[in-house]
């Protein structure tokens, strides 16, 4: 409870300083804030379940293609966000349920989403009808529209649509891995055969929080549709899948407000650098893997911690 009240101040903090930014930057951290629920949703995966997923990236895209499918046949929006949910969680739940109950794990689920991620980027890339070819579906509407006299404040109104989403997320996500659906999770993520001998049914659970993450990711990709405006193949593919493995790597997997910031940060980073050295950054992105796996075991998250502790030992003295 004292960790989500010195929180709190930051969260203001952070809604009040977009208030002062201008169009560009507060575009750069909606989409950051976007990809920081999709982070959130590999970290239920990999962080607290222990499940490598190579390919998340599959059902952030075909939640953002089902939003943006439903608004181009139908001209409706709001209600493409809900259908979204259910089509990645649909997906992720038949992932799911024919790999863990097929006793499949660690490198070889890894290999398996993969291989359904590229399969669907190149599915989308080619089927021009519904995912609109190479191109993707382009002109998607902003979920909150104002009147043209108030369309000024129309990108901070989106903006705090997305940030209020992230902010229900990352206590969602927090009530859920703090139950007892939370802790069955560390325990199989610790050791999946003691928690199978003590009767749990460890496929089961694996096969939810795979449905459970995709959802999440399937929410994200419906918000990046509406904000980004634009869906290409690219956005199932196996670079933004690598990219929300940094990002979590990075943040501190198992801590779901590490993936969070480490999202929102190296997203942030990204344009910055890109604006200077457009080709630094995918190098600068592999270094930071690399710092992180070694150097950051728990993330930024945990060398925050630790430094706090090393304060508060040395006030003591």
């Not at 002062?20 to 629920?37: D, S």
């Amino acid at each position: 409870m004292n960790r989500k009240i010195f929180q709190l101040p930051l969260v203001l903090v952070a809604f009040v300083l977009s208030m002062f930014l201008g169009p560009f930057a507060v575009a750069v951290l909606t989409i950051g804030l976007i990809f920081g629920i999709f982070a959130m949703s590999e970290d239920l995966c990999w962080g607290y379940n222990g499940i490598p997923n190579f390919g998340h990236a599959a059902y952030f895209g075909f939640g953002a293609f089902a939003t943006a499918i439903v608004w181009k046949f139908t001209g409706l929006v709001w209600v493409g966000i809900p259908i979204a949910i259910v089509a990645s969680a649909a997906l992720a739940g038949v992932m799911g349920f024919f790999t863990f109950y097929s006793e499949i794990r660690g490198t070889y689920v890894a290999l398996i989403t993969l291989a359904v991620s590229l399969a669907l980027q190149m599915y989308s890339s080619q089927e021009y009808k519904y995912f609109g070819g190479q191109t993707g579906i382009t002109s998607i509407p902003l979920l909150i529209q104002l009147p043209r006299d108030l369309m000024s404040y129309e990108l901070q109104a989106n903006y705090a649509l997305v940030f209020i989403s992230t902010i229900v997320v990352y206590l969602l996500c927090c009530r859920l891995v703090n139950s007892k659906f939370g802790f069955l999770s560390r325990a199989i993520k610790s050791n999946e055969h003691r928690a199978k001998a003590l009767g749990y049914d460890t496929s089961k659970h694996l096969a939810i929080t795979f449905m459970l993450s995709g959802a999440l990711a399937g929410f994200g990709g419906a918000l990046y549709a509406h904000f980004n405006r634009i869906v290409a193949p690219e956005t199932l593919g196996f670079l933004l899948s690598a990219q929300v493995f940094v990002w979590t790597c990075f943040g501190g997997p198992g801590t779901l407000i590490g993936p969070l910031v480490g999202a929102v940060f190296l997203h942030v980073l990204q344009n910055i650098i890109s604006t200077i050295y457009s080709r630094v950054w995918l190098l600068l992105l592999g270094i930071i893997f690399v710092i992180s796996v070694f150097f950051l075991d728990q993330g930024i998250v945990g060398l925050s911690r630790r430094l706090w502790r090393s304060l508060l030992a040395l006030m003591r003295i």
